[in-house]
Protein backbone atom coordinates (compact mmCIF):
# COMPACT_ATOMS: atom_id res chain seq x y z
CA UNK A 1 0.00 0.00 0.00
CA UNK A 2 1.32 3.43 -0.92
CA UNK A 3 1.66 6.21 1.88
CA UNK A 4 -0.90 8.21 -0.23
CA UNK A 5 -3.11 5.25 0.50
CA UNK A 6 -2.13 5.18 3.91
CA UNK A 7 -3.01 8.17 4.77
CA UNK A 8 -6.37 8.73 6.81
CA UNK A 9 -9.31 11.57 7.70
CA UNK A 10 -11.57 11.41 10.75
CA UNK A 11 -14.23 8.62 11.05
CA UNK A 12 -17.12 10.47 12.00
CA UNK A 13 -16.97 12.40 9.04
CA UNK A 14 -19.95 11.00 7.25
CA UNK A 15 -22.11 11.11 10.34
CA UNK A 16 -21.05 14.97 11.11
CA UNK A 17 -21.73 16.08 7.64
CA UNK A 18 -25.16 14.58 7.79
CA UNK A 19 -25.48 15.77 10.97
CA UNK A 20 -24.84 19.31 10.15
CA UNK A 21 -27.14 19.30 7.64
CA UNK A 22 -30.15 18.08 9.04
CA UNK A 23 -29.29 20.82 11.90
CA UNK A 24 -28.93 23.45 9.57
CA UNK A 25 -31.60 23.08 7.39
CA UNK A 26 -34.10 22.36 10.75
CA UNK A 27 -33.06 25.35 11.87
CA UNK A 28 -33.87 27.26 8.53
CA UNK A 29 -37.05 25.23 8.97
CA UNK A 30 -37.77 26.86 12.72
CA UNK A 31 -37.17 29.84 11.87
CA UNK A 32 -39.77 30.03 8.71
CA UNK A 33 -37.39 30.24 5.94
CA UNK A 34 -37.43 27.91 2.80
CA UNK A 35 -34.20 25.20 2.96
CA UNK A 36 -32.47 25.74 -0.22
CA UNK A 37 -32.04 23.78 -2.93
CA UNK A 38 -28.53 24.06 -3.67
CA UNK A 39 -26.09 24.39 -0.83
CA UNK A 40 -22.59 23.73 -0.58
CA UNK A 41 -21.08 22.19 2.51
CA UNK A 42 -17.41 21.97 3.52
CA UNK A 43 -15.70 20.25 6.01
CA UNK A 44 -11.84 20.98 6.54
CA UNK A 45 -9.45 19.05 8.56
CA UNK A 46 -6.04 20.86 9.87
CA UNK A 47 -3.63 19.64 11.74
CA UNK A 48 -0.52 21.50 13.40
CA UNK A 49 2.89 20.69 14.40
CA UNK A 50 5.36 21.88 16.50
CA UNK A 51 9.11 20.24 16.38
CA UNK A 52 7.88 17.38 14.86
CA UNK A 53 5.06 15.46 16.80
CA UNK A 54 6.29 17.32 20.16
CA UNK A 55 3.20 19.50 20.21
CA UNK A 56 0.31 18.68 17.98
CA UNK A 57 -3.15 20.30 17.61
CA UNK A 58 -5.67 19.46 15.24
CA UNK A 59 -8.97 21.65 14.21
CA UNK A 60 -11.78 20.48 12.50
CA UNK A 61 -13.94 23.15 10.10
CA UNK A 62 -17.54 22.71 9.32
CA UNK A 63 -18.30 25.55 6.27
CA UNK A 64 -21.96 26.11 4.68
CA UNK A 65 -21.82 28.15 2.11
CA UNK A 66 -18.60 29.30 2.27
CA UNK A 67 -19.65 30.05 6.06
CA UNK A 68 -18.07 28.59 8.80
CA UNK A 69 -20.36 27.56 11.25
CA UNK A 70 -18.63 24.98 13.92
CA UNK A 71 -15.70 24.09 14.71
CA UNK A 72 -13.54 21.51 16.83
CA UNK A 73 -9.99 22.61 18.24
CA UNK A 74 -8.29 20.05 19.93
CA UNK A 75 -6.94 22.42 22.08
CA UNK A 76 -9.93 23.41 23.32
CA UNK A 77 -11.74 19.76 23.26
CA UNK A 78 -15.55 20.88 22.65
CA UNK A 79 -17.39 21.25 19.81
CA UNK A 80 -18.05 25.73 19.40
CA UNK A 81 -20.34 27.29 17.28
CA UNK A 82 -18.39 30.23 15.39
CA UNK A 83 -21.88 31.81 14.54
CA UNK A 84 -25.61 31.71 15.99
CA UNK A 85 -26.70 29.22 13.19
CA UNK A 86 -24.28 26.66 14.27
CA UNK A 87 -24.96 26.12 18.35
CA UNK A 88 -28.13 23.10 17.33
CA UNK A 89 -24.83 21.49 15.69
CA UNK A 90 -21.89 22.26 18.82
CA UNK A 91 -24.48 21.59 21.31
CA UNK A 92 -26.13 18.14 19.91
CA UNK A 93 -22.45 16.94 18.95
CA UNK A 94 -20.72 17.76 22.74
CA UNK A 95 -23.76 15.91 23.85
CA UNK A 96 -22.54 12.50 22.14
CA UNK A 97 -20.26 10.85 24.05
CA UNK A 98 -19.04 9.07 20.89
CA UNK A 99 -18.40 11.72 18.52
CA UNK A 100 -16.67 14.18 20.79
CA UNK A 101 -14.42 11.26 22.15
CA UNK A 102 -13.67 10.62 18.61
CA UNK A 103 -13.11 14.50 17.80
CA UNK A 104 -10.58 14.19 20.67
CA UNK A 105 -8.38 11.27 19.48
CA UNK A 106 -8.34 12.25 16.19
CA UNK A 107 -5.13 14.37 17.44
CA UNK A 108 -3.71 10.63 17.46
CA UNK A 109 -5.23 8.84 14.86
CA UNK A 110 -5.16 11.25 12.15
CA UNK A 111 -3.01 13.98 12.89
CA UNK A 112 0.06 11.92 14.35
CA UNK A 113 -0.61 8.87 11.92
CA UNK A 114 -0.74 10.96 8.98
CA UNK A 115 2.53 13.04 9.97
CA UNK A 116 4.36 9.49 10.05
CA UNK A 117 3.05 8.59 7.11
CA UNK A 118 3.97 11.99 5.53
CA UNK A 119 7.55 12.03 7.03
CA UNK A 120 8.03 8.78 5.24
CA UNK A 121 6.82 9.53 1.68
CA UNK A 122 7.38 13.43 1.46
CA UNK A 123 9.52 14.47 4.70
CA UNK A 124 12.16 12.15 3.80
CA UNK A 125 11.93 12.62 -0.13
CA UNK A 126 14.87 14.22 -1.71
CA UNK A 127 16.50 14.64 -4.74
CA UNK A 128 19.16 15.83 -6.12
CA UNK A 129 19.51 19.57 -8.01
CA UNK A 130 21.10 19.83 -11.47
CA UNK A 131 23.77 23.10 -11.47
CA UNK A 132 24.51 25.04 -14.53
CA UNK A 133 26.18 28.12 -15.26
CA UNK A 134 25.83 30.51 -18.44
CA UNK A 135 27.07 33.33 -18.82
CA UNK A 136 24.03 36.46 -19.97
CA UNK A 137 25.92 37.34 -22.92
CA UNK A 138 29.35 36.55 -24.72
CA UNK A 139 31.99 39.12 -24.21
CA UNK A 140 35.08 39.88 -24.20
CA UNK A 141 37.05 40.25 -21.24
CA UNK A 142 37.11 43.12 -18.87
CA UNK A 143 33.46 43.85 -19.95
CA UNK A 144 30.60 44.31 -17.31
CA UNK A 145 28.28 40.48 -17.59
CA UNK A 146 26.01 38.39 -15.68
CA UNK A 147 26.65 35.10 -14.54
CA UNK A 148 23.88 32.62 -14.25
CA UNK A 149 23.80 30.05 -11.80
CA UNK A 150 20.72 27.71 -12.54
CA UNK A 151 19.79 25.27 -9.89
CA UNK A 152 16.80 23.10 -11.17
CA UNK A 153 14.64 19.49 -9.96
CA UNK A 154 15.51 19.80 -6.34
CA UNK A 155 13.58 18.64 -3.48
CA UNK A 156 12.72 19.75 -0.63
CA UNK A 157 12.92 23.37 -1.03
CA UNK A 158 15.62 24.13 1.19
CA UNK A 159 18.91 25.24 -0.60
CA UNK A 160 21.71 27.62 -0.19
CA UNK A 161 23.82 29.02 -3.54
CA UNK A 162 26.37 31.00 -3.30
CA UNK A 163 29.08 32.60 -5.49
CA UNK A 164 33.30 32.79 -5.60
CA UNK A 165 35.44 34.18 -7.29
CA UNK A 166 38.83 32.70 -6.93
CA UNK A 167 37.91 30.96 -4.08
CA UNK A 168 36.80 34.29 -2.43
CA UNK A 169 33.09 34.29 -1.70
CA UNK A 170 31.24 37.17 -3.20
CA UNK A 171 28.24 38.15 -2.10
CA UNK A 172 28.11 42.18 -3.90
CA UNK A 173 25.99 42.23 -7.10
CA UNK A 174 24.45 38.56 -6.59
CA UNK A 175 20.94 38.27 -7.08
CA UNK A 176 18.31 35.71 -7.22
CA UNK A 177 14.92 34.63 -8.23
CA UNK A 178 12.33 33.36 -5.80
CA UNK A 179 12.16 29.98 -5.35
CA UNK A 180 9.75 28.50 -8.22
CA UNK A 181 7.82 25.69 -8.26
CA UNK A 182 8.20 23.37 -10.74
CA UNK A 183 4.70 21.79 -10.54
CA UNK A 184 5.83 18.01 -9.73
CA UNK A 185 7.38 18.49 -6.67
CA UNK A 186 10.73 20.00 -7.48
CA UNK A 187 11.65 23.69 -7.63
CA UNK A 188 14.18 25.68 -9.02
CA UNK A 189 15.93 29.09 -8.70
CA UNK A 190 18.59 31.08 -10.41
CA UNK A 191 21.34 32.99 -9.23
CA UNK A 192 23.20 35.44 -10.87
CA UNK A 193 26.37 37.36 -9.94
CA UNK A 194 27.27 40.76 -12.00
CA UNK A 195 31.09 40.54 -13.10
CA UNK A 196 33.83 41.70 -14.80
CA UNK A 197 35.86 39.05 -15.67
CA UNK A 198 39.85 39.12 -16.22
CA UNK A 199 41.98 36.94 -17.67
CA UNK A 200 42.40 33.59 -15.17
CA UNK A 201 39.38 34.63 -12.96
CA UNK A 202 37.96 31.29 -11.76
CA UNK A 203 33.86 31.88 -10.95
CA UNK A 204 32.31 29.31 -8.42
CA UNK A 205 28.66 28.30 -7.97
CA UNK A 206 28.63 26.39 -4.77
CA UNK A 207 25.29 24.38 -3.93
CA UNK A 208 24.45 22.78 -0.72
CA UNK A 209 20.96 20.89 -0.36
CA UNK A 210 20.15 18.13 1.80
CA UNK A 211 20.11 15.52 -0.49
CA UNK A 212 23.80 16.16 -0.96
CA UNK A 213 26.18 14.09 0.96
CA UNK A 214 28.58 16.97 0.15
CA UNK A 215 28.46 20.33 -2.23
CA UNK A 216 27.82 20.70 -5.63
CA UNK A 217 29.97 22.64 -7.24
CA UNK A 218 30.69 24.12 -10.75
CA UNK A 219 33.24 26.54 -11.99
CA UNK A 220 33.12 28.85 -15.08
CA UNK A 221 36.87 30.06 -16.22
CA UNK A 222 37.96 33.19 -17.44
CA UNK A 223 39.36 32.62 -21.09
CA UNK A 224 40.56 35.16 -24.07
CA UNK A 225 38.34 33.23 -26.67
CA UNK A 226 36.15 31.28 -24.78
CA UNK A 227 34.65 30.51 -21.29
CA UNK A 228 33.81 26.64 -20.30
CA UNK A 229 32.40 25.47 -17.15
CA UNK A 230 32.59 21.66 -15.63
CA UNK A 231 31.12 20.11 -12.54
CA UNK A 232 33.15 18.82 -9.46
CA UNK A 233 31.01 16.76 -6.86
CA UNK A 234 32.36 16.66 -3.19
CA UNK A 235 34.40 20.07 -3.11
Keep these: MSWKKSLRIPGDLRVATVT ?3 AILSSSLAEGRDSPEDFVYQFKGLCYFTNGTERVRGVTRHIYNREEYVRFD ?14 PSAEYWNSQKEVLE ?15 VAYRGILQRRVEPTVTISPSRTEALNHHN ?9 YPSHIKVRWFRNDQEETAGVVSTPLIRNGDWTFQILVMLEMTPQ ?7 HVEHPSLQSPITVEWRAQSESAQSKMLSGI
Design 20 to 22: LML
Design 102 to 116: GARASVDRVCRHNYE
Design 146 to 154: LLICSVTDF
Design 199 to 205: RGDVYTC
Design 74 to 87: SDVGVYRAVTPQGR
